[in-house]
């Protein structure tokens, strides 16, 4: 694993509220619990977490990965990831890995989670794993790069 490797992991909106909103899909793990744990995982890594319920903040974080300041980024873009064509340009706009996550299996909900417009520019997508999810994309991101 690379000593020196940067990660920037990015959500959207409302993740702030895990723990507590929808349980039963979302499970009761936190934002803050599921941050720690990629931080215990993998200690090497220097981690950012950024979070935002604005598309704009998300937008001006991603930029921050344009000039090479990032090994790999990994996102959960929420409800974003349904219909922002936004945050898919800003995606697209960056050199380094994007991996996009889920926690819910977006495949076995209503119609409209099924379609992401984000995937299709980032390297890969983790879907269903709850906070594993973010765990897998980190790995690949590590595993990748080293
Ligand atoms: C989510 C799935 C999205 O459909 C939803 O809008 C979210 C969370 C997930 O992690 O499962 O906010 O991205």
Known sequence: MGVHMRILVVNGPNLNLLGKREPAVYGTTTLWDIENRLKDRFPKVNFEFFQ???????????????????????????????????????????????????????????????????????????VGFGSMSYEFAVQFIVESNN
């Open 52 to 126: 935002s319920n604005n598309e704009g903040a998300l937008i001006d974080c991603l930029q921050k990965a344009m000039d090479g300041a990032f090994d790999g980024v990994v996102i959960n873009p929420g409800a974003y990831a349904h219909y922002s064509y936004a945050i898919r340009d800003a995606i697209s706009a960056l050199k380094t890995p994007v991996v996009e996550v889920h926690l819910s299996n977006v495949h076995a909900r209503e119609q409209f989670r099924r379609h992401s417009v984000t995937a299709s520019v980032c390297k890969g997508v983790v």
